[in-house]
């Protein structure tokens, strides 16, 4: 059973960090682009950022640019996402997501979804 496990969400204040990471039960997990998405409260999910199968490419929403990092470690079929200067419209449920390579990938149509995890940053 395919799991995506996220954790390190919770609490920060504005100006703060966090770092939430990803724990996929993917078989060939280096075969899946992945995805940072979130849904602040009230509204629909949006691309967060990307990370290609082989990680050497990345991509951000204009939003997080400059604060926020995607990494991926293969070894330990693990993504990560470090959160700097944080900032109230951070608020947040952050998930993580899979995509197998395939012409026309999409973030908002993925393999799998994780649970989902709870951001919030305080003025």
């Known amino acids: 059973q395919v799991q995506l496990v996220e954790s390190g969400g919770g609490l920060s204040q504005a100006g703060g960090s966090l770092r939430l990471s990803c724990t996929a039960s993917l078989r060939a997990f280096s075969s899946y682009n992945m995805f940072w998405v979130r849904q602040p409260p009230g509204k629909e999910r949006e691309f967060v950022a990307e990370i290609s199968w082989t990680g050497d490419d990345t991509s951000y929403a204009d939003s997080v640019k400059g604060r926020f990092t995607i990494s991926r470690d293969i070894a330990k079929n693990m993504v990560f996402l470090e959160m700097n200067s944080l900032k109230p419209e951070d608020t947040a449920v952050y998930y993580c997501?899979?995509?197998?390579?395939?012409?026309?990938?999409?973030?908002?149509?993925?393999?799998?979804w994780g649970q989902g995890i709870q951001v919030t940053v305080s003025s």
């Open positions: 997501a899979a995509a197998q390579l395939r012409p026309g990938i999409d973030w908002s149509r993925p393999d799998y």
